[in-house]
């Protein structure tokens, strides 16, 4: 008897830097890693679209997002939870 394991979906937390698009948020996510060569530490960002059913989170919250079935031709993550509501300004 084989029981199928739970696939483990990744986890992202990046900032929300767009939701002008409906039920999608564009979420930044920066990463910090070393220069191979010169040691020092850099700052790579990627932006991912996430699915927002809800239109719950807006510009600047910090959000945590997790890796599902592609949903569109951009979007292969779903917004799971909200981190950091953004400051109001």
């Known amino acids: 008897m084989t029981e199928a394991k739970p696939a483990l979906k990744r986890t992202l937390v990046g900032k ?3 939701d002008k698009r409906a ?5 930044l ?3 910090r ?3 191979p060569i010169y040691d020092k530490i850099v700052i790579k960002s990627s932006k991912y679209h996430a699915h927002d059913e809800t239109g719950e989170y807006k510009l600047g ?13 951009t979007k292969n993550w779903v917004a799971s939870r909200l ?7």
């Open 16 to 18: 929300v830097v767009s």
């Open 23 to 27: 039920k999608t948020v564009t979420v």
């Open 29 to 31: 996510v920066e990463r």
């Open 33 to 35: 890693v070393k220069h």
């Open 61 to 73: 919250d910090l959000i945590e997002i997790t890796e599902s079935r592609p949903i569109s031709k």
């Open 83 to 89: 981190v950091q509501k953004a400051a109001i300004v």
